[in-house]
Every structure is written in structure tokens, then in C-alpha cells.
């Protein structure tokens, strides 16, 4: 079992930064890709930035230039670090893993850019 805890959401005014933290515990094998996505109102989940097994890395073409995606060797954490933050990137952003066939979601973390 996976468990995938956010944190670092939060209001920021447009052209500010916020960073992204993901945990995760349980099981640390057969990872297959690690990001993370965000679903704003209305609107379908989408992919911001992912980490696949093959070691591409992939970012929305919304986001690239913009944010940049870490993890630590381990495994257990991926960071998402968001800069020039706009209001189109308000969205409830998750944390997301898929291991053994299977996919993993966080609980999600609330950004909402608003001056």
C-alpha cells in the first residue's frame, strides 16, 4: 500500500512562486512514474510534470519554463517548484504515483493565484 501525503499549497499573488512537497510511505518498489497533476473547477485532470521509469521527464506546455519537478534519490519525495505563478494555474494540485499497475493519488493541496 501507498500512501502519498502534499503540502506547500497556498494563496500566492500572480508572479509569485509557491513550492509543492510530496511524501510518500509504503511500499518503494516497481515505480513506474512519479508527478505530479492538477484539476482546476470545472475542468479535467491534467498532467503538470511527471517523472517516467525511463528517467523523461515531461511538463504541460503551460507550465514549461515555468516550474521544475525534483526528487530525491529514495524516491520518496517529488517537489514541484512553481514560478511566475498566473491565475490560469489555480487548481487543486495532486501528487501521483503509479507502481505495479497500480495508480496512486494524494489527497490534493489547494493553489490559488489571485492578486
Known amino acids: 500500500q501507498v500512501q502519498l501525503v502534499e503540502s506547500g499549497g497556498g494563496l500566492v499573488q500572480p508572479g509569485g512562486s509557491l513550492r509543492l512537497s510530496c511524501a510518500a510511505s509504503g511500499s518503494l518498489y516497481s515505480i513506474n512514474s512519479m508527478g505530479w497533476f492538477r484539476q482546476a473547477p470545472g475542468k479535467q485532470r491534467e498532467l503538470v510534470a511527471i517523472?517516467?521509469?525511463?528517467?523523461?521527464?515531461d511538463f504541460a506546455d503551460s507550465v514549461k519554463g515555468r516550474f521544475t519537478v525534483s526528487r530525491d534519490n529514495a524516491k520518496t519525495t517529488v517537489d514541484l517548484q512553481m514560478n511566475s505563478l498566473q491565475p490560469e494555474d489555480t487548481a487543486v494540485y495532486y501528487c501521483y504515483r503509479s507502481q505495479k499497475g497500480t495508480d496512486y493519488w494524494g489527497q490534493g493541496t489547494q493553489v490559488t493565484v489571485s492578486s
Open positions: 517523472f517516467l521509469l525511463s528517467g523523461f521527464t
